[in-house]
Structure formats: C-alpha cells, structure tokens
C-alpha cells in the first residue's frame, strides 16, 4: 500500500522541473522533502496529488496510488485517497466559512447530511479545532487555516498527506504543534510527505528525509540528519564604525501597533531604523515580518506613529512617497510592469535616480553576471522562479530609490546567483548610499554584507549583534 | 477552442465579473460627477452616453480572453450584480441593465459564429451600443427626444463604448497575449 | 414564502414593470412597501439610513435631469422627471429588500437546485467572491508598484487590468487546484446538504402581486 513514482518527469513549457523521478510513499511514515525554493517542490506535489496534466505541467512516467494509475482516478475518486495542502493557506478555500467549506467537500464525495456532520465534527476534533465550525476564515490565522486544511482532508478520508510547505506563514508555536500532529497521524497509519525549506523540528518525528537536487530526489541517510539541521551557529557582526547617535534615522516607530487580520503582529515602543546601510530583519515564519515591509511600504494600515524623515508615512503623499521608498514584493510578477525583459529594463533605465551611475555598460556587464542576457524579447511572465527574481532585483536596484525594502530577495536562487545578487546588492548600497532593509531567512548567506541586524520576536523587535546562521 | 467550461474557465470568469463590480461600483460615484459638470452646460443627457463604455468593459473582455460562448453574457451579469450586492447606486436596476448589456455584448461576437473573436470584439461594440440605446429609448424615455439630440446621443454612447470595450479591452487582451499567461491552457 | 430564486424573479419582474411604465403612483407604492418591509424585518436602522444616502444624489440628478432638460411641456418635465427619481428609489430599496438576509451563497445555491445552473458555475462563482476584499489590496500594490518605477497607471490605460488580471489568473489556478484536490469534478453528480424549494405558496404570492401591479398601474393617474 503507498503512492508510487515511477520515471516521473514533470514539465513546464517543455522544461523538465522534475526529471526521472522515483519514489515510494507508504502507510504509516512521515517524510520529509526538503530543496531550496525554485527546486520544485511544489511540482512534484502537485504531480503526486493528480493535478497535473490537467493544471499545466507535462508529466510523463507513471504515479500509482495503491496500484491503480492515479491519471484514472476522477477527482472525487481521488480525493478519498490522496489529498494536497497548498502553500499559500488563503487561496485553498473556496467558502468563507468552516462549516460551508466541508460541506462542499464532502458533498463532493455524495455523502448525505447526517454523514456530513458527522464527519466534520470527527475532523474538527482531531485537529483540537472542534469550536471553529462556524468561524468564517478570513478571522483566522495561518496556523488555523492550515489545521482546518488538515482537518478537511482528513474529512475526506485521504491515506496519503501531501503537505506543501505548509508551515511558511505559520507562528512557531502552530507549528511545533503540527508537527506533532502530523506525526501522530503517521503513527495512525497515514502515509504524509511535507515538503519545507528549514528543517527544525523535523528530525526526532520523521521516518524518512529525502533532498530535492537537480530535479530527482537524494535520500538521506538517519546519520547523516543532524548536519542538516542549521541556524544553530551564530555570528556576531562587527559594531558599525560610527556610534548609533551619530547616524541619521530614516523611520521612526513610536508605539506602532499592525494587525494581521484579528492578530496584533507589532507592538513597538521606539525604535528607529538608520538611514544608510543595510540593516537584516529576521524572525520566526509568521512573526508579521512581511506585515512589517508592507507596513514600512505603505500597503498596510497601522496605529500610533511610523515617520519618514519625521513626517507621518500615511500623511505623505503616495507619489512623492513611492518617489524615495521601493519594495520588492515577495512574488516578482507583482514588480512588473510591462512584457517583455527588454521594455521592463527599458523603462527603470529611462527613469532611474541614479541614472549617472548606471550607465548602459554596467547593466551589460551585471545583466552578463546575472546569466540574464539575450533574454530581451522574452515575457517576463514566462521567465523561471530564479530569473524573474534577479529580475525584479535589477529592476529595482536601477530605480535605486533612497529607501529599499527587499521581502525575501534569494528566494528561489542558486548558489551562483546568490554571490552575485549580493554583490549587486552590496555594490549599489555603497555607491549610492542606499537604506535598505531585507527580511530573509537566508542569513548566512546575508550577514557578510548587513551592517545592522533587527531581531523579530512576539510583536516587538529590537537591534542584536548575534545573527542565527 | 475548447467549448468545455473548466472549473479554472469559471473562476477566472468570475474573477473578472468581480474585478469590474468593483469598478461599476466606483463609477457610480463618477456618474455623479460628470453629470454635475455636464448639468452646468447644459449637456447632462450625455453623461450616460459618456461613462456606459466603462459599465460594459466585463463582458467584451470576458468573452476576449476566454473565447467561449456566453462568456460575455455571464461575464457582464456578474459584475452587475456584484455591484448590486456591493450597494450600487442602481439597486436591482443594475441587474436589468447588465441583463441588456450583456446581450448587446454577446450578440456581436455571436454573430461571428464564434470564429473571428477580433471581428466579435468590434461588433459587439456596434451591438452593445445598438441593444442598449434601444433599451433607453423606452426605459430613460430617449424616445422623447427630437431626432438630432437622438443622433448625437447614439454617437457618443457609441464611441465611449467603442473606446472602453473595444480599443481598451483589445489593449489590454493584447498585453495578455503577449505575456503567454494563458497560452499554455 | 418565496425563496430566493422567487425573489429574485419577482425583484426583476418588478424592476422590469417600472422600467417600461412611467406611474410616479406605482413607484411611490412599491417604494414604501419596499422601506416598511425593511422596518418590519428589523433590519439595522443604519443600514436603512445608508441605502437612503445612497440613493439621494441619484434620485436627484435624476430628477433634474428630466426636470430641467426634458422635452416636453414644463408639466410634462416635472412628470417625467418624477418618475425617474421615483424609478431610482424603487430600484434600490427593491434592490435593499432582496439582497436583505440573503448571502451571494444562498442566492447561487438556490438557482443551482431551482434552474439547474451547473456545479461548476455556482461553486466556481461563489469560490471567487471571496477574492472580493484581495482585489482591493491588489489594486493598492499595483498602483504602488507603478509610483515606484516612477509611473502612475491611470485607469483609462491597460495596464492596471492587466495586471489584475495576472492576480486574477493565478488565484483562478490556485483555487481551482484546491478545489479539485478536495474532491470537485466538473459534472460529477454531488449529494445536497440543504435544500431550497420553492414553495407553491411563493408563486402565488408572486402572481397576486404582479396582477396588483397592474391594478395600481390601471387606477393610477400620474
Ligand atoms: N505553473 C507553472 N508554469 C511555469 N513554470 C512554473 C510553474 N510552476 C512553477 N514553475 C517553475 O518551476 C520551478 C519550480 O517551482 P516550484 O515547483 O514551485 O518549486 P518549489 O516549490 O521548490 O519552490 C520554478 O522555476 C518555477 O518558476
Ligand atoms: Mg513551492
């Protein structure tokens, strides 16, 4: 009894993501499938879970699930058996509440109002979410939303959990708490497979720990575990040169209070982020780090007082705002503006602030650095993860307003790619004289370059020389 | 052309009729205002004339983009009644209007077979314009006017709706063509 | 009596009948039925309060419009004019009465059982209703995107659909995945929870009040 693949290729425009696959999931483990953002993670899921070829990707090779051929399985077949948690918790509800949400499931499944209940009520439990049955989603969570996820498929009476970094906008402490979850039900005899970037908190609760690399799967060996598990180092960063009085402050927080939907994510006394240099945000998954850049970048209500340049940031003017602060949005599609890589370089080219320092030879020369050339007539949308993410970078970094926010920029890049976006990065700060706070998890490959490091805990942050690597 | 409706045709369908309930619903805000400007010159009777392109955008896009039949129709029914349910200015009138706008609409590309959507685009404009100037001659009492005010009105309300559902929605079908987001479907 | 595929019928039976009838009487009528409707079914005096500053400037310019630049004789005008106003505050207290209690849910839920709409169109509609408050965060990110490569996109360029269109796309993906991962097959039979019939009384209802529609559009004289 397990989910079988075998010689799986999966592909997107004809280019194989994942090629010549193998793997068997069976009953009662719990694995753990972890790859760099961009390694395709979120592919082979969705090929696991029967979504492809209908949703895009060319698959070819074969996926059985207890012997039958998962491609002749019908989705309300399927569904009974294997089940995928998305990534993004909000986009995998197609009700706004609890109740109306297992309902449409389960009437899916043809079962009849007494079955219904019954089974909602089993899966609620099972998740320790009994009370949530009329809660309407947009009221909770995202550790809520993905345990109710949970609960729905286990509702559903699937065998098989395919999770998909399911835990990327969830606290630590949900977290902690599915993971145990996810390992009781193993031992009840559910086949799981999570997929996930940070290892902790896997290794004393999984059967099995496979890497995604270079599109086929490694497995690794029980010794060898521990290696994996990072951020337990620490480096401590050299104390800026000048003391912290003789700096110019870019943003002052003044008990700044953001919600997160119902969930308070910052409550800060003061705190001042210096003008010039690069200054690392980091923290737990689901702390509100995003909430914060979004926040800084005026997408995003807030209470008590945030000032730029000692003047209030809802107060200012969006176009005389956006005139000195960038972001860079988490999803590169959101950056874009026009087609083509060619009109996109155009354009931040012809209205950049810092039009002097970039002449066309240099964009050549890091357009050459950052394997991007001969690109130029190519859509931006058909660009890979790691393309469109140096991409939007460039982008950006041309523009070079005063102030930058960068919301997960190595996301989705290969080692390579990495030293060079950091130099980028590095090379335009120095010359220009730019703020710029990145949030990143990224942090060993980060900390050569930040000058300051803010640590996110609970809903208050504050400076620390240690930075977690 | 896949005739079928996916699950995915439909969600971005609605998506689209929910894009423009919001946009409806802010025009209706707008009317008032050009009507106000409009009133000073004595010109009001063409405040209609001038916004009905932008209330008739959903349903040529729709129809566009997703090149199935009663696209169009469905498309412009969702947005008005979502800016119904939103608290529209027009109450169910909306859904009346967006019940005739969105037969002009789907008319135009109706009579292309469903062959030719760039010939449909441009005639559904004609036939959006035509449906519902003929609604108005009996519900807003058009028929009331002498023949020159009658001529100059359905110029205008053509070239508005010539301009936002037609050369606008082109434009921006063009610039989703181009980016081969949905090509691979 | 009337559930909601019956009051939906009859809301446009109604908005059809004023359309094309012009009795500032009928319109006064279905008006106050309408607003004491709302009163008795207790709804929040808030609420009633803000479908009446809504419709005051429609109602107005409406009114005007006809008033002052009708075509006719002054009396004419004011009569015309009359009915327009009146025609607007009907359509949005009938509008008021009908989406009153009733979800989007409970609407396309009850067409599907009544008209035989198709699963796929009620559940795939009633999925994206709930990208309604996301698009108002997407419009603030694109606009903001633009102001920080130095353009504003302005709304009568394509650029600012299109790019809530990008949005629209891969939500439509998103959720259609999630959907058929928990079980939606397109035409698949599907059992029903809940059941919204139409009561026979409802029809009756319907009919009595469309032939006093007619009965007030026959006395009436104005
Ligand atoms: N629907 C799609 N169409 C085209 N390319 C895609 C699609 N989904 C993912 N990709 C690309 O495939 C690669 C792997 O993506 P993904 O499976 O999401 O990786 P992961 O989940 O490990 O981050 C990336 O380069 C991404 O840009
Ligand atoms: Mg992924």
Known sequence: ?469 | ?185 | MMNATQRMILALAISLEISLTKSVTLNVVLFSVAFLLLLIRRQPLKKIGLYVAIAIIPVLGSFWSFYLYGQGTAAENLHFGLVMGSRVLVFIFIGAWLTMGMTPYVLLASLRQNLKMSATFTYGILGALNFMPRFKQAFSSIQAAGMMRGEVLRWWQPTLYFKALVHAIKWSKNLAMAMTSHGFQEGASRSAYRDYPMAKSGWVLIVLILIALQVILFFSRY
């Open chain 2, 1 to 185: 052309m896949k005739q079928k409706w996916t699950l995915q045709n439909v969600i971005l369908l609605a998506l689209i009729g929910v894009i423009f309930s919001v946009i409806y619903w802010i025009m209706d805000p707008v009317y008032q205002i050009v009507n106000s400007g409009l009133a000073v010159i004595g010109l009001q009777a063409f405040t209609n004339e001038i916004t009905l392109g932008v209330w008739m955008m959903a349903g040529p896009l729709a129809s566009y983009i997703l090149k199935k039949i009663g696209a169009g129709f469905i498309g412009e029914m969702l947005g008005a009644a979502g800016e119904m349910f939103l608290g529209g200015s027009y109450g169910v009138g909306t859904l009346l209007s967006g019940f005739i706008q969105g037969i002009g609409s789907e008319l135009g590309f109706a009579l292309t077979g469903y062959k030719n959507w760039f010939a449909g685009l441009w005639l559904s404009t004609l036939t959006g314009t035509v449906v519902s100037f003929g609604w108005d001659l009996f519900k807003s009492g058009y028929i009331h006017y002498k023949l020159g005010l009658l001529v100059a009105l359905f110029i205008v309300r053509y070239l508005s709706i010539f301009f936002f559902s037609g050369v606008l929605v082109h434009l921006i079908a063009k610039l989703l063509d181009r980016s081969k987001l949905l090509s691979h479907e």
């Open chain 1, 1 to 469: 009894m397990a989910i079988t693949a075998r010689n799986l290729t999966v592909a997107y425009r004809d280019q194989a993501i994942i090629d010549d696959l193998n793997l068997t999931l069976e009953k009662k483990t719990l694995t753990l499938l972890m790859g760099p953002s961009g390694s395709g993670k979120s592919t082979l899921l969705k090929a696991l879970a029967g979504l492809y070829p209908q949703y895009g990707g060319q698959v070819s090779g074969k996926i059985e699930i207890d012997q039958t051929a998962i491609a002749t399985l019908k989705a309300n077949e399927r569904a009974k058996r294997v089940a995928l948690l998305f990534q993004n918790p909000d986009d995998q509800f197609a009700m706004p509440t609890v109740r109306e949400e297992f309902i449409f499931a389960l009437e899916n499944l043809e079962l009849d109002k007494d079955e219904i209940d019954q089974k909602t009520a089993w899966a609620l439990e099972k998740v320790g979410l009994t009370d949530f049955i009329d809660r309407s989603f947009v009221t909770l969570s995202g550790g809520e939303m993905q345990k109710v996820a949970l609960a729905e498929v286990l509702a559903l009476g699937a065998d098989y959990l395919l999770l998909d970094e399911p835990f990327a906008a969830v606290d630590s402490q949900s977290r902690e708490d599915l993971q145990v979850l996810l390992q009781q039900l193993s031992q009840e005899g559910y086949g799981i497979l999570v997929s996930d970037h940070d290892p902790a908190g896997y290794f004393d609760k999984i059967s099995q720990f496979y890497q995604l690399k270079e599109k086929a799967l490694v497995l690794v060996p029980e010794n060898d575990w521990s290696q994996y598990d990072y951020q337990k180092q620490t480096v401590v960063l050299k104390p800026a040169a000048e003391s912290d009085q003789a700096q110019d402050t870019a943003y002052r927080f003044d008990n700044l209070r953001i919600q997160n939907g119902e969930r308070l994510v910052l409550d800060q006394d003061i705190l001042q982020i210096f003008a010039a240099g690069i200054t690392l945000l980091t923290g737990p998954n689901g702390v509100g780090k995003s909430s914060v850049l979004k926040t800084l970048a005026r997408l995003h209500r807030y209470e008590g007082s945030l000032t730029y340049q000692e003047q209030e940031v809802h107060a200012w003017k969006p176009r005389l705002y956006f005139g000195q602060v960038g972001l860079l949005f988490q999803s590169a599609s959101d950056q874009f503006l026009n087609i083509t890589v060619d009109e996109e370089l155009d354009q931040v080219m012809a209205k950049s602030h810092h039009a002097d320092f970039w002449t066309k030879e240099i964009l050549d020369q890091w357009l050459s650095d950052l394997h991007l050339t001969g690109l130029g007539d190519q859509s931006v949308y058909t660009l890979s993860g790691g393309q469109q993410k140096k991409l939007q970078l460039l982008l950006m970094l041309i523009m070079a307003p005063q102030v930058l926010f960068l919301d997960e920029p190595l996301a989705g890049l290969d080692e390579q790619s990495v030293a060079v976006v950091l130099n980028l990065i590095q090379t335009c700060q120095q010359a220009l004289g730019l703020t710029i706070l990145v949030v990143s998890h990224q942090t060993r490959d980060l900390v050569n370059i930040v000058d300051r490091h803010l640590r996110y805990e609970q809903t208050a942050m504050a400076y620390q020389e240690e930075v977690l690597v």
